[in-house]
């Protein structure tokens, strides 16, 4: 709701806030589209806003007509996105510092929305059933509850993850449960950190380091999450239960709501090919795991 909002009161009020509605003609809104610089899925976006709110003008018969219904404006990609080889993470991730060298592995690993990610609390992430619990999201630099159902899902968190955000916890200056995983220090740990801040101060200059080319963004890292599971022959409903990707047949499984095996050892076996190598293997998952609880068992008493 807070993402329309902000498309509302950015792009249509200050173009169209003083216009009474029957001086809003088709012709004219689809010139005014065509020459924002946004991609043509921001701009399908307003349009349907605004036929959203003629819908409402129509139904209380404060106009005759919706004449955004006549507005064309596709919602096609203008280029294909960038999507990451796990080599070009691997360069990637030597160039970043923390925090956003562990934001980076954990949202490339897990397919998390950068909301979902930034929006974590240490409460958040169960170490010992290794498993990230996402209730809520950021957009438009408010937190709120994340969209779906489906979001809402937990994602399963493979111990080399729980050990990589472990050893975050321990650098990190709020490791309390009710603290921001990736808690801003200029708002003293009040807020987290928003994606536009750790964009443009802290991933762009390493992507630029790297030399990787193309438009690389934090949805980047979930399209190279799914490209990478489809790539490793993951089976389409492991990827999109992962992804967590609202449809109504996942909605209504209830089933669905627990981090699976199968799921776990899809994951598993990708972040083995980018932090093992080929020497992960089934019994990884397992052996890892009972590491990993003791290794976090035993140094928890630090942070109490």
């Given amino acids: 709701m807070r993402n329309y909002q902000g498309y509302f009161r950015k792009w249509i009020l200050p173009r ?27 701009k399908a976006k307003i349009s349907n806003i605004m036929h959203a709110v003629f819908n409402h003008a129509v139904r209380w018969e404060w106009h005759d007509r919706n004449p955004i219904s006549h507005v064309r404006q ?5 280029s294909i996105p960038t ?13 970043l510092e923390e925090p956003t060298h562990t934001a980076v592995l954990v949202d490339v ?27 809520r999201s950021i957009s438009l630099q408010h937190v709120g509850e994340c969209k779906t159902e489906a979001s809402r899902k937990p994602v399963p968190l493979d111990t080399r993850l729980a050990e990589a ?4 916890r321990g650098m990190c200056a709020y490791p309390q449960p009710v603290d921001w995983v990736f ?4 708002a003293d740990g009040k807020q987290p950190y928003w994606p536009s801040t750790l964009n443009r101060w802290h991933l762009q200059p390493a992507v630029k380091q790297a030399g990787i080319q193309g438009r690389i963004s934090w949805h980047t890292f979930r399209r190279t999450y799914a490209t990478l599971l489809k790539a490793n022959e993951e089976d389409v409903k492991t990827v999109q239960e992962l992804l967590r990707h609202a449809n109504s047949l996942v909605t209504m499984n209830l089933h669905a709501q627990a981090v699976t095996e199968v799921k776990r ?7 083995g090919m980018l932090l093992d190598g080929n020497e992960h293997n089934e019994s990884t998952t397992a052996i890892g795991a009972k590491r990993t609880y003791d290794k976090i068992v035993q140094q928890r008493k630090l942070l109490n």
Avoid: C
């Fill in 265 to 271: 050892n899809a994951q598993s076996r990708l972040v």
């Fill in 109 to 135: 690993m897990t397919g998390l929305r950068v909301g979902e990610l930034l929006a974590l609390k240490w409460q958040d992430i169960d170490f010992e059933r290794f498993e990230v619990l996402v209730t």
């Fill in 83 to 95: 999507v990451l080889t796990l080599a070009e993470v691997e360069e990637l991730l030597i160039y």
């Fill in 165 to 168: 955000l472990w050893r975050w």
């Fill in 183 to 186: 808690a801003s220090p200029h």
């Fill in 16 to 42: 169209w806030g003083n216009y009474r509605l029957k001086d809003v003609k088709s012709v004219a809104v689809e010139e005014w589209l065509r020459s924002l610089q946004l991609s043509n899925g921001s």
């Fill in 74 to 78: 596709s919602a096609k990609r203008m």
